[in-house]
């Protein structure tokens, strides 16, 4: 038990669906961010949510869409997606004063 | 912009020994922060270790430990009396002091023989 939980574990999508990805976070935490994770790449930050406001968008492709309705959830929608987008998409918290960031156990998602 | 470089991609280590892996790191900030995480087959991202660049002193937790060497931009974890359940693939990661983006090293992937 993490405190932060992401839903679905497995994803299976094709290109032309419509899903999300689900986080939420149970430690009082006011930031929330979304990674991703390839084979052979450095986890890359994608998207960081402060107080539910998006303070960072690391150029990211608008098939991916971020929700941050309150700061305790977070979703990822995605749309139109490629085959290489097919990773792990990792969720973390944290307070925004604080240092430590904490990780939920990631949605491996997969596009065909 | 911070960079993170773990130049060794595997490591073994036999159980009960120590083990002690390498991380690098480039910044012009003077107010920062070092991690490591632990990432088992389950994929979750687990803190192990942090440190605050102010501090002189080595963090340590339990049997983990580290090597702060700021002046030569150095973060090594030392992991004593190795167990079976610390094969893992392990990061080393920078956070400003400014903002709250951590920037990642590539990894190192840290077998333990039986």
């Known amino acids: 038990e993490t405190g932060v939980t992401q839903t679905p574990r497995h994803l299976v999508m094709g290109m032309t669906n419509k899903k999300s990805l689900k986080c939420e976070q149970h430690l009082g935490h006011n930031a929330m961010y979304w990674y991703k994770q390839s084979a052979k790449k450095p986890l890359e930050l994608m998207f960081v949510y402060n107080f539910k406001e998006q303070t960072e968008n690391n150029s990211v492709p608008s098939r991916f869409s971020p929700e941050c309705p309150n700061s305790s959830h977070l979703f990822l929608h995605l749309h139109t997606l490629q085959p290489e987008d097919s990773a792990l998409y990792l969720c973390?918290?944290?307070?925004?004063?604080?240092?430590?960031?904490?990780f939920g156990e990631g949605s491996w998602l997969t596009v065909v | 912009a911070q960079t993170v470089t773990q130049s060794q991609p595997e490591m073994s280590v036999q159980e009960a020994e120590t083990v002690t892996l390498s991380c690098t790191y480039d910044?012009?900030?003077?107010?920062?922060?070092l991690f490591w995480y632990k990432q088992p087959p389950s994929r979750q991202m687990i803190l192990v270790i942090r440190q605050e660049a102010y501090k002189q002193q080595n963090a340590t937790e339990n049997r983990f430990s580290v090597n702060f060497q700021k002046a030569a931009k150095s973060f090594s974890l030392k992991i004593s009396d190795s167990q079976l359940g610390d094969a893992a693939m392990y990061f080393c990661a920078y956070r400003s002091g400014a903002n709250s983006k951590l920037t990642f090293g590539k990894g190192i992937t840290l077998s333990v023989r039986p």
């Open positions: 910044t012009s900030e003077s107010d920062y922060y």
């Open positions: 973390a918290s944290s307070l925004s004063s604080g240092n430590t960031i904490y």
